[in-house]
């Protein structure tokens, strides 16, 4: 049965390929105002999960949708209002400057040209990269083009949408980020949450997971073995089980939240 409230949602989610079973009846929600955090080892079926929503892969059994709809039938066009996705990697060979990079994620909306660039500056500056506006694309460090694409993804998504509620979807949005520039980037995704729009997230860090996720789930061997919020998923007993690492949990003395200590 649907859940109502979901903004996105996946129903026994069923991937093969080559004979062997790489998802298995996966079932998740993201409702608007909620960040979901997805951990699992390397191989775990992280990645395919996420593929299998965008629609970059096939899935033999499932629904995914979007707004209560089924994601494959909306208009290419009307699910770029509602969906924000920031792949692992984001290919671009282009001499682009920063700010034509981040204004292809304006490519959808009719607004004006200068709303584009005023909302273009406004996500840059969100994700601290305002001062590489005029730089070209390709000269930037990984963590440098990480932070664009970013920006590129929520001036798609900026303004809310008469669609349905908005969502986002990074994949290892933190992988080349240092620790300052990894909160700020979750620290966005909590705000977009916040207003209205649904997030899922996966991550390899079980502390920023920890502290910035409503609800956690865990994957391991394309099933998902853990759901909940971070105090009843990050235990020592779910850790040792699914990434036989034996750790100790504490509660972090200024957040509340469980502190993982490898």
Known sequence: MMDQKACLEVA????ERGGRLLLQDISL????GEMVAVLGPNGAGKSTLFR????????????VSLGQQ???SWSPLDKAHLLGVLPQSSTLNFSF????VVLLGRTPHATSNAENLEIVTAALKKVDALHLLERNYT?????????????????????PSARGSRVLLLDEPTSALDPAHQHLTLQVAREFATADTGCM????????????ADRVLVIQNGQLVAS????????????HRVFELDVVVMKHPQHGCPLVIT
Do not use: C
Request: without cysteine.
């Open 12 to 15: 026994g989610l069923t991937v």
């Open 29 to 32: 929600s993201v409702a608007p």
């Open 52 to 63: 299998s929503i965008t629609g970059e892969m096939a899935f033999q059994q499932g629904l």
């Open 70 to 72: 089924a994601i494959d």
């Open 97 to 100: 400057s920063v700010e034509e």
């Open 139 to 159: 000269a930037l460090s990984g963590g440098e083009k990480q932070r664009v694409h970013l920006a590129r993804v929520l001036a798609q998504v900026w303004e």
């Open 201 to 212: 997230v996966i991550l390899h860090d079980f502390n920023l997971a920890a502290r910035y």
């Open 228 to 239: 909940g919020t971070p105090d009843e998923v990050m235990t020592p007993d779910v850790i």
